[in-house]
């Protein structure tokens, strides 16, 4: 007879076989649904064990309650983090040609009224909405991912009555100190400094300094402040399409004066009055440095007061071979000044120990998790997107590893504006192929369940009952 091995020995075989099984759960690639397919609506993702997704709003069925009112493409995500009622709206813009701003309860249950537009598609010819940022005073933020020579767009809007406006009441004022550039990642540090991007392949990153950061408005914080561009070393790199990573020490160069106006002979100003951002940060005597479509960007704060500026670059690549991945994420310390690469193609996979090679390509959006935890969407089709988990134990910016934690099976699609509430994951399902846009709550299974569902999958529930009679 062989000797009974003790019930907690078991256990821990089940779990060191399920995190062993884990990964090969989350594919790098998987089938397409069919477009609308009726699985859209209840499983878009494949995720890891111990996570389940509901969806809590979708573009057709607002439509439906209101013709013509969501124009779609629903992009980054952001709370009211701060103030009465915090964290009880989510707020998205439409990166559509008629760009709007939609805002959700979270509170409310019932799924015909949570979710509203407060800003209408077009407004003030607003388009390509992509940015999305809770403001330190307590207005919203977003801006329009559209810039080029002679370009009237490239602007960022404060709707400063976010939580109160009703359907299409969203005041919606430009505030034009900010040099115009192709925005989408928008973040505050602890100075309530502003950090934005263009995102153009040649890109560079930006900083705000307001000359009243504490200001509790938007017309106090935009009245006057001074932009600087980012430049690592000597400057004027670009990442190209077969580039090294640009990192080591860097320092902030000013592109307008310390109140937002033009420096002579420095600043590009265009026809209105406002500045060109990517012309003046390309200029001779400033060499901003180009990054290769810099998108997202996060800020982290450590236990040691630094914080960490992290900002991915969507299309840059070490070889110019695009078929065999692409993209990097980059931090900055901005108590330093030290640029790194946070992560790339060359960082380990968890799941095999070897780089990660292609599976990792084009990281787009960044999230801060409840624990610290970075992780990283991509720009990518459904069949072939994946949503990272990285660790950095040491908090030194740069990752040691990174896993798989979903993969989007939406036809068409791709995720953006991923965003964490507690443990809860919200991420849009954006341009599918079927059309219909969808907000996506990820949850944690609680403990105790996530545990039965591990053990049913290895087919010891039945197993550890007769244990249980047995013993």
Sequence with gaps: MFARKPLNVLLSAALAAIAGGAQAAVPYTTPVLPAGDAQEMTAPYILAPGWTQTIIANRTNQNALVPGSNSGNWDMIDSNRTGVDANRYLFMPFETGTGGVQRVDLWDSNYNTRTVTIVAPGTQGFVSGDASRWTPWGSYLTAEESWGSGSTKGRLFEVTNATTAAANGGTFIQRTIVPRVSHEGLAFDANKSMYFVDELNGGSVYKYVSANPNATSGNDYFAA?????????????????????????????????????????????????????????DHASILGTGFNRPEDMEIQNLANGDQLLYFTTTDSDNNGNTADGRSRVYSLNLTTGVTSLFASTDTIDSATGLPVGAPFSNADNLAIGPDGTMYIIEDQDGGVENIWSTVDANHDGIAESMSVIATLRVQGAESTGMYFLGDKMYINVQHPASGNDMLVE??????????????????????????????
Excluded: C, H
Aim: proline share 3%.
């Design 442 to 471: 990820i949850t944690p299974v609680p403990e105790a369940e996530t545990y039965a569902m591990m053990l049913a999958g290895l087919g010891l529930v039945g197993f550890m009952a007769r244990r249980r009679r047995q013993d």
């Design 225 to 281: 402040g001074q932009t600087f561009a980012l430049k690592v070393g000597a400057g004027g790199q670009f990442e190209g399409n077969n580039g090294p990573a640009i990192t080591g020490a860097s320092t902030w160069v000013a592109i307008t004066d310390v109140n937002g106006g033009a420096i002579a002979g420095v600043s590009t100003v265009l026809a209105d009055g406002t500045i060109d951002g990517r012309a003046t940060a």
